[in-house]
């Protein structure tokens, strides 16, 4: 039993420190609307890596409206060398209700270690 704890206080101890190793900043998004219904959205963040570690990361944009609410959101995936940082971003398409409704952009990052 003594040996189980040992080994969940280093599975909990190393989930917590990878936990903080992205972070993210400088989220800003530009859109405009298209002649076929869709808005176009081009959203980027600058992405820093602050562990010495290669690191996978599963990003989430939440389209937010003036309250602060998601209303829309999509992914993206992006590796990370160990203390890289670097600007993120993608083109995206949302359907144009969105167009009046979208005020900022939230992204989160999801961490995963690199198997290599």
Request: net charge negative.
């Amino acid at each position: 039993m003594k040996h189980l704890s040992v080994i969940l206080l280093l599975i909990a101890t190393t989930q917590t420190a990878s936990a903080t190793c992205l972070q993210i900043s400088e989220q800003r998004f530009e859109s405009n609307s298209t002649p076929f219904g869709a808005l176009e959205v081009q959203w980027k963040a600058k992405i820093d890596n602050q562990c010495d570690t290669g690191l996978n990361a599963a990003l989430t944009v939440f389209f937010l409206d003036a309250d602060g609410e998601s209303v829309y959101e999509t992914g993206d995936q992006t590796t990370l060398k160990a203390r890289e940082a670097r600007e993120v971003g993608k083109q995206v398409y949302v359907p144009s209700r969105y167009a009046e409704i979208i005020t900022q952009i939230d992204v989160q990052a999801e961490e995963h270690e690199r198997p290599y």
